[in-house]
Each structure stands twice: as structure tokens, then as C-alpha cells.
């Protein structure tokens, strides 16, 4: 079991920063996928970003070369980076993980999900 708590969020104007955190239980934690999702609304959720357990990260093209997802696998973390907001980031957003290797894409797919933190961007 993997348990996720994400933290971070908050109120920004847009162009602004934030960076959101992901505390992850497990001892085997270092051995998971991770991603970041995002749900605004009245829409479904999609996928922002994930990494692989190596480290190789993939992101959605709506959100690449502003959001970078990072892991710190001593610490039991996981990061996400976002600059340049947009006011259409304005979403909750949720850290998953799973077992196995590579980048998952789909949210389906992810065995434990965290409560989710509000990111809110004005214009």
C-alpha cells in the first residue's frame, strides 16, 4: 500500500509560480511510477506529467516546458514545478502512483491517488 498527500497549493496570479509536493509512504516507493493530474470544473481529469521510477518524465503538450515533475526516492517525494500559470490551470490537482516501470499516461491505470490540492490562477 501507498498512501499520497499532496500539499502546495494555493492562490496565484497568472505568470506566477508554485510548486506542489507529494509525500509518499512505502518502503518500496523508489520502485513506482508517479504522475500528476489535474481536474477543473465541470471537466474530466487528464493528465498533466509523470515520471518513471528512473526518473524519465513525460508531460501533457498543454503544460510542457512550463510544469517539470521531479522525485526525490530518498525522501519519499515528488514534485511538481509550475511557472508561467495560466488562469487555465486552475484545477485540483492529484499525485498517483503505481507499481512497474515506464510513463503512464492514464489516470486508469494508477493504483493509489492522493486527496488532491486546489491550484486557482487569476487573470
Known amino acids: 500500500q501507498v498512501q499520497l498527500v499532496e500539499s502546495g497549493g494555493g492562490l496565484v496570479q497568472a505568470g506566477g509560480s508554485l510548486r506542489l509536493s507529494c509525500a509518499a509512504s512505502?518502503?518500496?516507493?523508489?520502485?513506482?511510477?508517479v504522475g500528476w493530474f489535474r481536474q477543473a470544473p465541470g471537466k474530466e481529469r487528464e493528465f498533466v506529467a509523470a515520471?518513471?521510477?528512473?526518473?524519465?518524465?513525460g508531460y501533457a503538450d498543454s503544460v510542457k516546458g512550463r510544469f517539470t515533475i521531479s522525485r526525490d526516492n530518498a525522501k519519499n517525494m515528488v514534485y511538481l514545478q509550475m511557472n508561467f500559470l495560466k488562469p487555465e490551470d486552475t484545477a485540483v490537482y492529484y499525485c498517483a502512483a503505481r507499481a512497474g516501470a515506464g510513463i503512464f499516461r492514464n489516470g486508469a491505470l494508477y493504483d493509489f491517488w492522493g486527496q488532491g490540492t486546489q491550484v486557482t490562477v487569476s487573470s
Open positions: 512505502g518502503r518500496t516507493f523508489s520502485s513506482y511510477a
Open positions: 515520471s518513471s521510477s528512473s526518473g524519465t518524465t
